[in-house]
């Protein structure tokens, strides 16, 4: 009992201190490790393994609308880089430079990519020259790297993994079209494989993407009240392609510039999966990114045939991701450790159970048992999966909503901001000094003006009190 009270008290109550409890289940669950390149963590099978999950399924509803997989060159000479002058100010601060090549200098300094847009667009210079060209709707998987001061693991460090798609459009209206219908790709990802609600919304001019004409983007709320930026779209218009000169000729056999898409998302959603969903034992996993859905744990396993039965139970749940626990830990530290890693269910089997042809069923997120015929433990578990993974996105649906507020006037919006953590909905001018003027009194920033309409809260800004035009969901964020 010692020691499986030891492994819970590893992990610090959230309530106490959410911080400390986001680190202590990262490294407790063995998602990550620190490395000696400062800034940056190491990947651990059972991280990656989340990732990889996140990436296929991605991955497939990326083709399903057409989309193509390329890898574009890690370096970016510098001269490439500051060709869209919005673009490069924007990341100039982030950017990690390589000098020499071997012991000589280079003539001209790389950086090491941040994001691939100049990549991209050097590219389709010279790639895209008919309308028979396009659309061009490429995507690729890499690890990019941003010099960030402050770095949480998953959240921000100064190498991780993502993935940015990169598109070529003969009209600005496709351009539009894909940059929506990406949003909304990522969106319902969200909700249906992770189990995380989102806000459907389009960033301010002051907090748009460098160099785009418009972004949009996905914004959910975690259990602390914070917010966390899921993945982003952003419509370029054709400024890069006039910074790059990206033109095609037409079927008038008129030269148009092609109009551009990007989109991406990272391993900060894994992040946003701790978050929303994990609770004061560790991880709680929705069934459909658990690297593990189930775990076996053979009780009094040295008796004659329960291991036995274990693996043939294993076997017949083939459907699912399983693992058997035949270590010599006790009963109680397996049920810990499962809990700390997120694993979806387990399943109990002993001596006992095995006589009576039967077994008990455990869920992660609710922790009720069932106790279900071996006749029927595929049919049941199956159900169970699936009733979590609603469950879970119902649950953190209830939080959300449960922690927006609405500010008419400045006093109520900082009393929101102090006092009630989650979204504040607000009214605004559109004027970004009171954009600036709300982050820098109150450290809450504009998340996104919702896509779905929504009714007028007031008609003035709640900032300066004159006229009103846009609702904004405003909140602390990570």
């Known amino acids: 009992m010692a020691k499986e009270k030891k492994l819970v008290e590893a992990i610090t109550s959230m309530e106490t201190d959410f911080a400390q409890w986001y680190t202590d289940v990262v490294k407790k669950a063995e998602l990550i490790d620190y490395s000696s390149v400062k800034g940056c963590m190491i990947l651990k099978p059972a991280g990656y393994a989340i990732w990889e999950n996140i990436q296929a399924e991605l991955d497939r509803r990326f083709k399903e609308t057409g989309v193509e997989n390329v890898y574009m060159p890690m370096f970016i000479p510098e001269s490439l880089l500051e060709?869209?002058?919005?673009?490069?100010e924007g990341f100039a601060p982030e950017v990690a430079w390589v000098t020499h090549g071997g012991l000589n200098p280079l003539q001209e300094r790389m950086c090491v990519r941040p994001t691939s847009e100049?990549?991209?667009?050097?590219?389709?210079?010279?790639?895209?020259?008919?309308?028979?060209?396009?659309?061009?709707?490429?995507?690729?998987?890499?690890?990019?790297?941003?010099?960030?001061?402050?770095?949480?693991?998953?959240?921000?460090?100064?190498?991780?993994?993502?993935?940015?798609g990169h598109t070529?459009?003969?009209?600005?209206?496709?351009?539009?079209?894909?940059?929506?219908?990406?949003?909304?790709?990522?969106?319902?990802?969200?909700?249906?494989?992770?189990?995380?609600?989102?806000?459907?919304?389009?960033?301010?001019?002051?907090?748009?993407?460098?160099?785009?004409?418009?972004?949009?983007?996905?914004?959910?709320?975690?259990?602390?009240?914070?917010?966390?930026?899921?993945?982003?779209?952003?419509n370029f218009g054709d400024g890069f392609a006039k910074a790059f000169g990206i033109q095609y000729t037409d079927k008038e056999n008129k030269l148009?510039?092609?109009h551009q898409t990007s989109w991406g998302m990272t391993t900060r959603l894994i992040g946003a999966v701790i978050m929303v969903h994990g609770d004061d034992s560790g991880l709680v996993l929705p069934p459909k990114i658990a690297p593990t859905q189930i775990a076996v744990i053979p009780i009094m396993q040295k008796k004659e045939g329960v291991l036995d039965k274990a693996y043939e139970l294993k076997e017949r749940l083939s459907d699912f991701r399983v693992k058997v626990d035949a270590s010599d830990k006790s009963p109680g530290w397996k049920f810990a450790e499962q809990e700390m890693r997120g694993i979806p269910i387990r399943i109990e089997l002993g001596p006992k159970d095995i006589e009576a042809n039967q077994c008990v069923i455990v869920r992660r997120d609710t922790r009720e048992k069932e106790v279900v015929s071996l006749d029927n433990v595929e049919t049941k578990a199956g159900e169970i999966l699936a009733a979590m993974q609603s469950e879970m996105l119902e649950r953190a649906r209830a939080h959300r909503d449960a922690h927006i507020s609405e500010a008419r006037n400045y006093d109520e919006f900082k009393d929101a901001v102090n006092n009630k953590p989650g979204f504040i909905k607000a009214m605004w001018c559109g004027d970004e000094a009171c954009e600036i003027k709300i982050k820098e009194d109150t450290t809450a920033t504009s998340r996104c003006m919702p896509l779905k309409?929504?009714?007028?809260?007031?008609?003035?800004?709640?900032?300066?009190?004159r006229p009103a035009k846009k609702l904004v969901y405003w909140g602390k964020a990570y």
């Open 83 to 88: 060709k869209e002058k919005d673009h490069v």
């Open 453 to 465: 309409e929504e009714q007028p809260i007031s008609d003035v800004c709640v900032c300066c009190g």
């Open 256 to 258: 148009q510039y092609v």
């Open 168 to 234: 070529a459009h003969a009209t600005a209206e496709e351009a539009e079209e894909r940059t929506q219908q990406m949003l909304n790709l990522y969106a319902d990802f969200c909700e249906e494989v992770l189990a995380m609600p989102v806000i459907r919304g389009r960033k301010s001019d002051k907090e748009k993407f460098a160099g785009a004409e418009a972004t949009y983007t996905i914004e959910a709320l975690m259990h602390d009240g914070k917010a966390l930026q899921s993945g982003t779209s952003h």
């Open 118 to 164: 100049t990549l991209f667009c050097d590219f389709y210079a010279n790639d895209i020259q008919s309308y028979r060209d396009l659309p061009k709707v490429y995507n690729q998987w890499c690890s990019v790297v941003r010099w960030e001061k402050e770095t949480r693991p998953f959240l921000r460090s100064r190498e991780f993994l993502w993935q940015e």
